[in-house]
Each structure stands twice: as C-alpha cells, then as structure tokens.
C-alpha cells in the first residue's frame, strides 16, 4: 500500500540526482515557482550549469515565457 502524498511535494531532486542529461551538484534556492541548482550537463559536453525546476502546477504559459525569456536572456 503506498503511503501518504505530500502536501507541498519538493521542486527539485536530492543533490547527486539526474534531471535529463544534468546531475544536480547543489541546491542554490527555492521560491515561488520553483527551484534553483548548480548542475554539471553530462552531454554533449560536460560544464557546470545552473538549472532551474518549475514546482509541480506552476507550469502556466506565462511562468513558461517568463523563463524562456531568462534563458534566452543568460544564454
């Protein structure tokens, strides 16, 4: 039988796990609409990254611009 769900379940992974092709190095911060982290991407080259993880319901499409827009931004 499967436990409990959470409440307010966490934006981001445990440090040491893998979000697609990035492994998270450490957790930088947490607000409104999600998480931050120093990663290092895997491929197709490896580097240190900072990923950002939108919280579980807070995937509209103008939270989605918002950070499209960053990226582009920082890239």
């Known amino acids: 039988m499967a436990g409990p ?3 307010n379940p ?7 796990d893998r979000i697609g092709r990035y492994k998270l190095l450490e957790k930088i911060g947490e607000g409104g609409c ?3 982290g120093m ?6 080259v490896r ?3 900072a990923l950002k993880v939108i919280k ?11 950070f499209e827009a960053e990226r582009q931004a920082l890239a």
């Open 10 to 16: 966490p934006a981001m992974e445990a440090v040491g």
């Open 34 to 36: 999600g998480a931050s």
């Open 39 to 44: 990663a290092e991407q895997q491929e197709p």
């Open 56 to 66: 579980l319901g807070m995937d509209t499409q103008s939270v989605i611009a918002r």
């Open 5 to 7: 769900a959470q409440a």
């Open 47 to 49: 580097r240190l990254v």
